[in-house]
């Protein structure tokens, strides 16, 4: 069954520093998020992304994050000067069609980011 | 606003009983719901939907779950439960009436532990 990749599995970054989390979404889905989880804490939906364009964010994405689909198969999420509380893991999902909203999402292992 | 609740932080139940995990949803509009679970140091793994229809759903891995729109609740439930069953389990709602997008919002989790 065709799955959605990450990686790395677990990133280690000083504070203030650029990190980019990456993702192979399932290769003929539209529809790309990413969401997040601090250890303890609920599942957060941060971005989801179609036709290479933002389609909803969280106030949780603010001006430090950004998405991008540089190629034909990567989906990546950029944290432009990392901060402490950023520390979690994130999940990348994507779904197929939906117009009608009903498509699961499918995740990722995640990526392990930890801010020192 | 959409949300989810998981009152049990743990449910204990011993193999072959069965198990029940419950969901409590805040919707405006329609629900879309899912069950998702997560096995250690694994992503999210889809388990199944209610979009429509019957109240009672079927899912993988001998999962079911019933929507209840009076309660508001889609409980998962399993007839026999399984060692191997046990794991995180995520409720997750989206609201497709009040043009939430694709975003799902997830409850805080529930341990699962079934004990030989």
């Known amino acids: 069954e065709p799955e959605v990749t990450q990686t790395p599995s677990h990133q280690v970054t000083q504070m203030g520093q650029e990190v980019i989390l990456r993702c192979v979404p399932i290769s003929n889905h539209l529809y790309f998020y990413w969401y997040r989880q601090i250890l303890g804490q609920k599942v957060e939906f941060l971005v989801s992304?179609?036709?290479?364009?933002?389609?909803?964010k969280s106030e949780i994405f603010d001006d430090q994050f950004s998405v991008e689909r540089p190629d034909g198969s990567n989906f990546t999420l950029k944290i432009r000067s990392t901060k402490l509380e950023d520390s979690a893991m994130y999940f990348c999902a994507s779904s197929d069609r939906t117009d009608t909203g009903n498509q699961p999402q499918h995740f990722g292992d995640g990526t392990r980011l930890s801010i020192l | 606003a959409q949300s989810v609740a998981q009152p049990e932080d743990q449910v204990n139940v011993a193999e072959g009983n069965p198990l029940t995990v419950k969901c409590t949803y805040s919707v405006s509009g329609n629900p879309y719901l899912f069950w998702y679970v997560q096995y250690p140091n694994r992503g999210l793994q889809f388990l199944l939907k209610y979009i429509t229809g019957d109240n009672l759903v079927k899912g993988s891995y001998g999962f079911e779950a019933e929507f209840n729109k009076s309660q508001t609740s889609f409980h998962l439930k399993k007839p026999s439960a399984l060692v191997s069953d046990s794991a995180l389990y995520f409720c997750?709602?989206?609201?497709?009436?009040?043009?939430?997008?694709?975003?799902?919002?997830f409850g805080g989790g529930t341990r699962l532990m079934v004990k030989p």
């Open positions: 992304f179609y036709n290479n364009e933002i389609s909803e």
């Open positions: 997750a709602v989206r609201d497709l009436d009040n043009n939430a997008g694709n975003m799902l919002t």
